[in-house]
């Protein structure tokens, strides 16, 4: 039988209660049943009745989903009530009451939420298949294959199969399935919400790590589906069990205010009224009591809490255009409090949520905030994915192919579903599931091409890497976003634009650096069984980190400028000093002067077919600097008289090249190697410390052929981490 089945709440404040004295609701309308999932009791007992109605037991069902859809077909309840009550006659709950009681209060929640006719009928057989001789077939002849694979996802896996992996098994299981069909997490957190309710007589223990998890998993996936209803008082069961004391106190706060008799609530909803009433907008106002765990959040933020605090005002209108139209009166006819408004209708939350969020301030200073919104928002706020009704039924006007879509799929549970797979083991998979649903808020951020990526807040650049491209980022070298380049650790704002800037070494390996900057489990997961499948490089990733010396150079453990010469596959020599003997270096320069021994400028070096210009010097020296170079204005500047000089024949040159490049393993080694195989001579090089995990090389080169130059700077911008090579440019410094 399913552990989690015990006995109902006895009558009074024990744990777990919310029942007491709260700030009294105005009555809405019968047209529109207020969802209010406090007033459930026990389920009916079986009822004599006959096989061919509705049982007796199941009237209170009848009716709350009458309310939502008055047109369902009631006869696959009755014959999944039938089978459930048949299935489970002689099981008792803890509290001595027929088993059947909680399948029935498990649909007469997801009932009164709305859920249609398919997920109430799979909500009466949840525990058939898990705690009886039914099997899955049978239930898929007799209710076909929708029904067959709610009742299967939300089934447990057996701990005698798994032993202590059988609980994260189950919820990978029922993730899974939530994945084809979000009905099956309906069913599994209305059946959580009514074991929470009766969790009375369990031992303490149990009731602690059941809340836990109720807490760590179940309240954030109410969260995101969107079911406020399901979450909060989930969250007050949670609260009365895990923090008893705060609990108590935040219950007599409530219980307090109940007794005052003045209600700064009331008096504002009545002003509010009176303003749409003289605008001639038709309207709803209602006051929403705070639930005990916003009570409690608000007094510990505000400390002494006013009347004001223990509930919102909430305005239903019939249309979006009218929310608006109630947002302007209010903003007129009362006093705004400008920083409190918030537009979920034009921007809605990742969860479906829509309304529009601002407050106003009475005379005494306490401040009332008002939620605005349409019936039909109200309805998707509290109920969420459950209120969608059937989200893979295909629209009249759409002929049926067999083909299944679900619009109610999010972002962040396509994310779920990727990384689950990729989990090493059920403890790893656990823990990152608890990670991953702490996050509680998704951004939104722009590819080059125009797609989009949902990241949670907080996300970086490497988190970006790995959502777009899975385990191929691990070429990833760096990004730009809105336009400028950033380091992958670079934390994404909403509606960032981000390109991703990718290598072209297919056996790139990423850093274990990364791991500090990566914040999804999907990125963490990749680089973890990458560093896993390579421990060699692994370790010398860590060793380098240390700042422990390796036999090749890297670029990210660099402290200082340090000068390599000419390289080999995997080392880098020291700078070749000149000889006294050597051939200038600008041999292959003709000057109009002559007997003058010509020099190209070391601040701009010329190459060809650069445009020349020369100034003689003092020993007879020319120097050839190119036209453009700074130092060339200040000669003409200072009178120097300009010497004519030409290219010759020979094509050898000098010149010094500027690398830009991202942090990485090897980097400097397999740059100087690309340089070796071109033919460059390095003559000299620098590279600089790296800052923000950017680094800046400067090469002097000498190459046998002008025309190589282009080739080089190919070469040298193909190494994996280089984004820019460039000609350096010209100095301000004297000849």
Known sequence: MSAEATNPVTPGPMPGAVSGPVTPTAPRRKARPRIDLRRL?????????????????????????????????????????ILAE????????????????????????????????????????HDTVEDTDVTLDQVGEQFGEEVRYLVDGVTKLEKVDYGAAAEPETFRKMLVATGNDVRVMSIKLADRLHNMRTLGVMRPEKQERIAKVTRDVLIPLAERLGVQALKTELEDLVFAILHP??????????????????????????????????????????????????VHRVSRKRGRLRGSDFGRLLVLVGEDADCYGVLGELHTCMTPVVSEFKDFIAVPKFNLYQSLHTAVARADGQVVEVLIRTHQMHKVAEAGVVALGNPYAPAPDDPADGERVDPTRPGWLSRLLDWQEA????????????????????????????????????????????????????????????????????????????????????????????????????????????????????????????????????????????????????????PAPEQPGARPAGGDVLADLPGATVRLARCCTPVPPDGITGFAVRGGVV?????????????????????????????????????????????????????????????????????????????????????????????????????????????????
């Not at 007992?45 to 009848?62: C, F």
């Not at 205010?257 to 038709?282: F, K, Q, S, Y």
């Not at 934390?491 to 990364?514: I, Y």
């Not at 080999?568 to 020291?574: L, Q």
Request: glycine content about 6%; proline content about 7%; aromatic content about 4%.
């Open 41 to 81: 009791g026990r389920a009916a007992l079986l009822g004599p009745a006959a096989r061919d109605r509705l049982p007796d037991a199941i009237s209170h069902v009848v009716e709350a989903h009458r309310a939502h859809h008055p047109d369902a077909d009631l006869e696959p309840l009755r014959r999944a009530y």
């Open 86 to 125: 048949s299935s489970h006659r002689g099981q008792m709950r803890k509290s001595g009451e027929p088993y059947i009681t909680h399948p029935l209060a498990v649909t007469l929640i997801l009932a009164e939420l709305g859920a249609e006719t398919t997920t109430l009928t799979a909500s009466l057989l």
């Open 245 to 294: 004391e705060e609990y108590a106190h935040t219950r007599e706060l409530i219980v307090r205010n109940a007794d005052r008799a003045d209600d700064p609530l009331a008096e504002v909803a009545d002003e509010v009224r009176a303003v749409l009433r003289e605008a001639g907008i038709t309207a709803e106002v209602l006051i929403r009591p705070r639930h005990f765990v916003s």
């Open 423 to 574: 989990a090493p083991d059920p403890d790893h998979f656990w823990s990152t599931l608890r990670e991953d649903l702490a996050q509680d808020r998704e951004i939104t951020v722009f590819r080059p091409d125009g797609g989009t990526l949902g990241l949670p807040e907080g996300a970086t650049c490497v988190d970006a890497a790995y959502a777009q491209y899975g385990d191929d980022a691990h070429a990833c070298i760096g990004a730009r976003v809105n336009g400028r380049l950033a380091t992958l650790s670079t934390v994404l704002r909403d509606g960032d634009t981000v390109q991703l800037l990718m290598g072209q070494d297919p056996a790139s390996e990423p850093s274990r650096e990364w791991l500090e900057h990566a914040h999804t489990p999907a990125a963490r997961i990749a680089i973890q069984r990458w560093l896993a499948a390579h421990p060699a490089q692994a370790a010398a990733q860590e060793h380098a980190a240390r700042g422990a010396d390796t036999d090749r150079p890297s670029a990210d453990r660099t402290a200082t400028p340090r000068p390599v010469g000419r390289p080999g596959p995997e080392t880098a020599a020291a």
């Open 623 to 735: 120097t050839v600097h190119r036209v453009e170079c700074p130092v060339v204005a200040r000669m003409k500047d200072g009178g120097r008289a300009e010497i004519g000089v030409r290219w010759g024949d020979a094509t050898e040159c000098r010149v010094t090249l500027v690398a830009e490049s991202f942090v990485r393993p090897h980097l400097l080694a397999d740059l100087t190697e690309a340089m070796a195989v071109e033919g460059a001579e390095i003559v000299s090089a620098t590279v600089e410390p790296p800052t923000q995990q950017q680094v800046r090389h400067t090469y002097t080169v000498q190459l046998p052929d002008a025309a190589h130059l282009p080739a080089l700077m190919r070469a040298m911008r193909n190494v994996a981490g280089v984004y820019d090579v460039s000609r350096a440019q010209p100095q301000t410094q004297g000849a």
